[in-house]
């Protein structure tokens, strides 16, 4: 739910307006019953995943992206 709070009331009440916010509501804060600005929680951070096992890949070799040799040949004009 969506509460408007004229400015004034906001100056003095920001840290309690900015809690709700938190919490997931919306304020809009008007100025001369016009709105001018929308207080809103921030995204959460989603936590950043980790790749394992993949398709069941233990070991990646160490010359895995290295050019091949026959490819480097077709774009530098040799057969």
Known sequence: MTETVNLYEAKTRL???????????????????????????LPTARLRREPKDLLGITHIAEDFDDPMPDIEDLFEGEE
């Open 15 to 41: 840290s309690q307006l900015v809690e709700r916010a938190a919490r997931g509501e919306e304020i809009v804060i008007a100025k001369a019953g016009k709105p001018k600005a929308k207080l809103v929680p």
